[in-house]
């Protein structure tokens, strides 16, 4: 989900330099092995959503503002309980169409970076997805530190991500300096999942050294393996925090512009849970 940055994240990118692979440090460069790792048994972070009223404030953070986000996007992005709320065990991000800060619409990106940050683990969000032209819901994962440089060089994790002219076709994809949208050259698998706007489904992601691997309903869906091709292939090696959002149009969401009539428009969400790999 490209990106997305308001403009004090774009000063602190810029700030943080952007070196060619040969000068910049990490990254794997020799071939991986896959040593099959395996997984807590039991979340070791987790959110349930089981206290009514605001998300968790020391799990969660928000990022605000209207900037587009990298997608000329038309949402404004508030804290307000109007567009974000724990209710009867769910986490509800609403989208509402309202002259806000001079866009069309509000909403809210929920993020867990500086709260709950990670390297590697198993990512599993259990969600029932907004329906209707111009909604784009997205579970994804941003670095933190942005250690390798900008948008897409320290990469992106996409667990789940879904637009509404195309519905119940879900993607899960990886972004890189090799491997991005822009390129055309991303990292990415998609599957009709029925009911994916009237139901709920697991979406996970499980990282390791050697790979990200996607499942949706614990069906497998998805692989980038480490080919230890460098940074610019890889930057899967520094820590990564969540994100959960639904934007409004762009230049995704609204390829097929937007139908006003189906907000507000919720998206739902019964858990996040993180498992810790087993051996690190």
């Not at 952007?18 to 959110?47: C, I």
């Amino acid at each position: 989900m490209k990106k997305l940055f308001s403009a004090s994240v774009i000063l602190l990118m810029i700030g943080c330099g952007r070196s060619s692979s040969s000068d910049q440090q990490g990254g794997s460069s020799t071939l991986p092995v896959d040593k099959k790792w395996t997984f807590s048994s039991t979340p070791t972070w987790s959110d349930e959503f089981d206290n009514a009223g605001v998300p968790d404030p020391a799990k969660w953070g928000y990022d605000i503002g209207g900037s587009g986000w990298g997608n000329n996007e038309l949402q404004y992005y508030t804290d307000r309980p109007e567009n974000v709320r724990v209710e009867n065990g769910k986490l509800l991000i609403t989208a509402v169409k309202e002259p806000i800060n001079g866009k069309e619409f509000s909403s809210t990106r929920l993020v867990s970076r500086k709260k709950a940050d990670f390297l590697y683990g198993r990512f599993e969000v259990r969600a029932k997805l907004p329906s209707g032209r111009g909604t784009w819901p997205a579970i994804w994962m941003l670095p933190t530190d942005w250690e390798y440089g900008d948008w897409p060089r320290s990469g992106e994790i996409d667990i789940m991500e879904h637009v509404g002219y195309d519905p119940e076709r879900v993607h899960i994809s990886t972004h890189t300096e090799s491997y991005n949208h822009i390129k055309n050259t991303q990292k990415t698998a998609i599957r009709t999942v029925a009911g994916a706007m009237s139901e709920f489904h697991d979406y996970r992601v499980d990282w390791t050294p050697y790979a990200v691997r996607g499942y949706i309903d614990n069906q497998f869906l998805f692989e980038h393996i480490n080919e230890g091709k460098g940074i610019d292939a890889w930057p899967f090696d520094k820590k990564f925090h969540l994100l959960i959002n639904l934007a409004v149009g762009g230049n995704r969401g609204g390829v097929q512009g937007i139908d006003s009539t189906v907000f507000p428009a919720v998206f739902e969400v019964e858990y996040v849970r993180v498992y810790k790999m087993n051996g690190e």
